[in-house]
């Protein structure tokens, strides 16, 4: 046409940005490789990473440490491009390593946003944890007294110490550092549930990791400001103190016999009605004298209180003869009561 003459001797000056070809699969180069691999990814798990995304000239295109965040996804369920999918499989915990993506695994022809059409991909990834919503919680134990008798179960109270990370070994949170015990009833709801099921079984003086699964701590949402979502927790545990429980249902036990004339006892003015006043007094003697048991670690009044309405059957703020029962005069009932 008009732009080359004819016979015209032509000069190309060319820069090689990529190339690839229709066969290619994924490559990938490993970087840091942790000496402790316990598991690798594998199909299905839930991976939280860091990444890089660069062309193959240098130029990056995306950065989850931008966005000060972790990408998390399902892998090999095609929640992500082809090649990234192949490319997380495999992996440990605090692995480094580059995957590199031709196009027809990647972003294709047509590209997307700042990655060109044809397009190689080079990710710089850094795993942070993974997890399978199957797991459980795991447990290891580093020390176990020789006198191991009496193991923590629901209800009992305990006293803890412990040291919260991430599996990256980010601190989270330390008893340590406050200089003093975290103090739960164990089964309550107080803790995640993970780590009520970590402090199951376990005696005065042992020392135990409790690695807890998302699904089982602070799930996808986390705790904003202090945990990660999704994130994959650990704890170093070391029990110092443990009170036991009461009956599952019961929040008052006697430790001998019941009185035959229970009900005259604690209506102290015999005017045949008991006030929340006189039963709180009633139960106070009892435990002081330790002829009763309260559950441990529960606000007294707030137990008294929670037994006084469960007898108060018509909600007039007393209680009479004809509506005082004991628990086990009411075993078809779910009541925390006497």
């Given at each position: 046409g008009k732009e080359i003459p004819g016979q015209a001797s032509l000069v190309f000056d060319v820069v090689l940005l990529d190339l690839h070809n229709p066969k290619d699969g994924i490559a990938i180069e490993n970087q840091l490789v942790p000496e402790s691999c316990e598991?690798?990814?594998?199909?299905?798990?839930?991976?939280?990473?860091?990444?890089?995304?660069?062309?193959?000239?240098?130029?990056?295109?995306?950065?989850?440490?931008?966005?000060?965040?972790?990408?998390?996804?399902y892998v090999g369920k095609g929640y992500v491009i082809a090649g990234m999918d192949e490319g997380l499989l495999g992996v440990c915990t605090g692995e480094k390593r580059r995957i590199i993506i031709p196009p027809h695994l990647g972003y294709g022809e047509e590209g997307r946003g700042r990655i060109p059409g044809s397009a190689v991909l080079i990710f710089d990834i850094h795993v942070v944890d993974f997890h399978n919503p199957s797991d459980s919680v795991s447990i290891t134990v580093h020390y176990k007294p020789s006198n191991c008798t009496v193991l923590s179960k629901k209800g009992d109270y305990l006293k803890y110490h412990?040291?919260?990370?991430?599996?990256?070994?980010?601190?989270?949170?330390s008893t340590h550092s406050l200089g003093k015990t975290y103090n739960i009833v164990l089964g309550s709801g107080q803790v995640v549930l993970g780590m009520d099921m970590g402090l199951q079984d376990m005696c005065v003086g042992e020392r135990r990791t409790?690695?807890?699964?998302?699904?089982?701590?602070?799930?996808?949402?986390?705790?904003?400001?202090?945990?990660?979502?999704?994130?994959?927790?650990?704890?170093?545990?070391?029990?110092?103190?443990?009170?036991?429980?009461l009956p599952e249902g019961y929040m008052f036990v006697w430790n001998g016999e019941v009185s035959p004339n229970l009900f005259e006892e604690i209506d102290q003015n015999h005017?045949?009605?008991?006030?929340?006043?006189?039963?709180?007094?009633?139960?106070?003697?009892?435990?002081?004298?330790?002829?009763?048991?309260?559950?441990?670690?529960?606000?007294?009044?707030?137990?008294?209180?929670?037994?006084?309405?469960?007898?108060?059957?018509?909600?007039?703020?007393?209680?009479?003869?004809?509506?005082?029962?004991?628990?086990?005069?009411?075993?078809?009932?779910?009541?925390?009561?006497?």
């Open positions: 598991r690798r990814s594998q199909t299905g798990d839930f991976l939280r990473y860091h990444y890089n995304g660069t062309l193959l000239d240098g130029t990056l295109f995306d950065s989850s440490y931008s966005r000060n965040r972790t990408y998390d996804t412990y040291n919260a990370s991430l599996l990256d070994g980010t601190l989270l949170d409790v690695v807890i699964p998302p699904h089982l701590g602070y799930g996808e949402d986390g705790v904003e400001g202090e945990v990660p979502g999704s994130a994959v927790l650990v704890f170093d545990i070391e029990l110092l103190e443990l009170v036991s429980g005017d045949g009605e008991v006030l929340l006043e006189e039963f709180s007094e009633y139960i106070q003697t009892q435990v002081d004298t330790g002829k009763g048991k309260l559950a441990p670690g529960f606000d007294f009044e707030k137990i008294v209180k929670n037994m006084f309405t469960n007898q108060d059957r018509d909600g007039n703020g007393k209680v009479t003869a004809e509506e005082f029962k004991l628990k086990d005069q009411e075993a078809k009932e779910e009541h925390d009561e006497l």
